[in-house]
Nanobody, 126 residues
Framework: QVQLVESGGGSVQSGGSLTLSCAFPPDTTSSYCISWFRQAPGKEREGVAARDYDGRTTYADSVKGRFTISQDNAKNTLYLQMNSLKPEDTGMYYC????????????????????WGQGTQVTVSS
């Protein structure tokens, strides 16, 4: 069982910034993909950002240039720095994980992921 705990959500105005955190168990990143997802009301859950084992990062087109995913292995934490936030970024943000022999190409559809955090709400007002 992989327990993931998100934090850092909140309410901001358009153009503002937030940093989300996802705490994960030690020794997870060598054998799991851990990524950020979001789900807006009435919409499907979508992948936002992922960081592969080799450090390569991948982003959804809608957040490229505004969001940055990073990881602190000493703290067992995955971060999502969100800048220039827009109202359409509003939603519940989740980190999720699945086990894999080689954590590459980690930004995949949600059906690949079998471990999910409880989510943290992000609300961006115009």
């Amino acid at each position: 069982q992989v327990q993931l705990v998100e934090s850092g959500g909140g309410s901001v105005q358009s153009g503002g910034s937030l940093t989300l955190s996802c705490a994960f168990p030690p020794d997870t990143t060598s054998s799991y993909c851990i990524s950020w997802f979001r789900q807006a009301p009435g919409k499907e859950r979508e992948g936002v950002a992922a960081r592969d084992y080799d450090g390569r990062t991948t982003y959804a087109d809608s957040v490229k240039g505004r969001f940055t995913i990073s990881q602190d292995n000493a703290k067992n934490t995955l971060y999502l720095q969100m800048n220039s936030l827009k109202p359409e970024d509003t939603g519940m943000y989740y980190c999720a994980a699945f086990r894999t022999l080689l954590p590459l190409g980690c930004l995949r559809p949600s059906r690949y992921y079998n471990y999910w955090g409880q989510g943290t709400q992000v609300t961006v007002s115009s």
